[in-house]
Every structure is written in structure tokens, then in C-alpha cells.
């Protein structure tokens, strides 16, 4: 089946540093890929579209500055926290879906990457 | 899309069939019901999928009413591992449109 993957699955790192988060649907091409952030005991929440070949789209009150979205190729969409703080600190995750998908293709989703900054 | 209401939690004893509903009242002709559920600490796992036909895969089962106004996801035999939350959600089918999560379902299930 469809297979999206996320890596890292955990990272620590201290305040002030980047952090470079990668999706990659594995056995399918994807145009479209979503980030979401999600806290404790909290619901997904839809950070930007990212689409392939151009800017990504953010969702209300998301700094574009702060996450860089880049999606260069059909398979690899990345996040990149820049400047992290202690209050960046969520668990990130990804998702994906078929090119031209059929009647009512799903998305599908990463595991998620755990960001604890220090 | 369409708002959908689900109860917060749920219980259901292991190897019962565990019944979950949704209401989507303001459902359009063609919003698809789609089933999401995430485990503790992962990325959600799709379920099953209906536009008004009921849909049956080797996970679970979906019924939606003749209205198409509610759903039941149903796990026929539900074991420790389905313990999770529970996303109903419904969006038109074929677009790149992002999907927002509700608060879901928490299903317990009990040994």
C-alpha cells in the first residue's frame, strides 16, 4: 500500500538552531503534500500546502519565514524550522497524496518527526 | 468542507464490535465520508472511505445512512490495538484539498 515516510522520527536540539524535516511518499508521486503540527492531547493542525514546483501555501497565522517549505520533486516534500525555540517544540507530520489519484484516493500520512528544543 | 460532530469518547470491550458515528448534516452531493484514526505518538492511518454505498474492507466496515446526513464506522471485532482517536471527516474526492481535523473519537477499547 501507499507508503509516506518522515525523517527524522526525533530530533533534540538547542534554541536557536535549524531543523530540517523531510517527507517522502515511497511508492508514489505526489503534487501535493500537507504539513500539520499537533500538541499534546490536541488535534492535527493544518500548517501549509506544499505543492510541486512552486511556493507553498500557509495556513492563517503560520510564519512562512519561520517554516520553509520546499518541495522539489514529485516524491520529497521538507520542512525546515528555522531558528527553533523552546515553543516550537510539536510533533510535525506529513501527508500525501496519488498524482491523478482515482475516485476518491485518500491522503495518506507520515509517522511524524517528535522536535524537542532545548 | 462539511462540519462533522463525533462524541468525544467511546468504551467498547474486546472482541465486540466497536460502533463509531458521525453526523454530517451539511454534507454535499459529492463529499466522500472519509475514516481516519491515529494511534498514540504516530501519523493517522487511513480506514475506509464511502460516498453513499456502504464499504467494506479488511479493517473495517462504514455504513452511511440513506440521507447520507450520518455514518458508523464499524470495527467487528475490536481488539487492544484499536485503542485510539478516531477521525471522521468528509471532503470532495479528487482535489488537493487540505483535510481539518476535528477532535475525533477516543475509543477505549477494555480488556
Known amino acids: 500500500g501507499a507508503v509516506v515516510s518522515q525523517h527524522p522520527s526525533w530530533v533534540i536540539c538547542k534554541s536557536g538552531t535549524s531543523v530540517k524535516i523531510e517527507c517522502r511518499s515511497l511508492d508514489f508521486q505526489a503534487t501535493t503534500m500537507f504539513w500539520y503540527r499537533q500538541f499534546p492531547k490536541q488535534s492535527l493542525m493544518l500548517m501549509a500546502t506544499?505543492?510541486?514546483?512552486?511556493?507553498?501555501?500557509?495556513e492563517q497565522g503560520v510564519e512562512k519565514d519561520k517554516f520553509l517549505i520546499n518541495h522539489a520533486s514529485l516524491t520529497l516534500s521538507t520542512l525546515t524550522v528555522t531558528s527553533a525555540h523552546p515553543e516550537d517544540s510539536s510533533f510535525y507530520i506529513c501527508?500525501?497524496?496519488?498524482?491523478?489519484?482515482?475516485?476518491?484516493?485518500?491522503?495518506?500520512f507520515g509517522d511524524g518527526t517528535r522536535l524537542s528544543i532545548l | 468542507d462539511a462540519k462533522t460532530t463525533q462524541p468525544p469518547s467511546m468504551d467498547c470491550a474486546e472482541g465486540r464490535a466497536a460502533n463509531l458515528p458521525c453526523n454530517h448534516s451539511t454534507i454535499s452531493g459529492n463529499e466522500y465520508v472519509y475514516w481516519y484514526r491515529q494511534i498514540h505518538s504516530q501519523g493517522p492511518q487511513y480506514i475506509i472511505h464511502?460516498?453513499?454505498n456502504n464499504e467494506t474492507n479488511e479493517m473495517a466496515s462504514l455504513i452511511i445512512t440513506e440521507d447520507r446526513k450520518s455514518s458508523t464506522l464499524i470495527l467487528p471485532h475490536a481488539t487492544l490495538r484499536d485503542t485510539a482517536v478516531y477521525y471522521c471527516i468528509v471532503r470532495v474526492a479528487n482535489r488537493d484539498d487540505k483535510i481539518i481535523f476535528g477532535k475525533g473519537t477516543r475509543l477505549h477499547i477494555l480488556p
Open positions: 464511502g460516498l453513499k
Open positions: 501527508s500525501a497524496r496519488y498524482k491523478g489519484g482515482g475516485r476518491g484516493k485518500p491522503q495518506h
Open positions: 506544499s505543492n510541486e514546483g512552486s511556493k507553498a501555501t500557509y
